[in-house]
């Protein structure tokens, strides 16, 4: 068995889409980042990447090269999924949190479980997500970002 953990931070800007656990929120404003700047996935990917000893995601997905542009993070995902099959792993669990003010996410928690259960190749019992609020206090809380931390535990394959 091995553990990881992973974190990642994008700002809210106006003019970008709200991607997070490869749902499309419904929002004012979205987060700014090279790729779609999911950051609930670029948690679990590190968490996942963490567990394995095997960097982050910016050693794999740099944002200085321009084919990862605007790209879903839901296809970095996989990409990952197949760096952990090789490595001849396999979800143990994933239990994340998104750290929000706003919007809402509890709306979307069961799509997202489904979406990442599916690349990952998994039962979504296996993913956990959970969202909180900084009661209005910091970055988060003034509405300048979102945050996503992610703890992962890989069992190695029979």
Known sequence: MKIGIGYDVHKLVKGRKLIIGGVNIP?????????DADVLIHAIMDSILGALGAGDIGKHFPDTDEQYKDISSLVLLERVYNIMKKEKYEIGNIDSIIVAQRPK???????????????LNTDTSNINIKATTTENLGFVGKEEGIASYSVCILKALK
Not at 27 to 35: A, C, I, N, V, Y
């Open 27 to 35: 929002f004012e404003k979205g987060l700014l980042g090279h790729s």
């Open 105 to 119: 996410m509890a709306p979307y928690i069961e799509e997202m479980k489904k979406n990442i259960a599916y690349i």
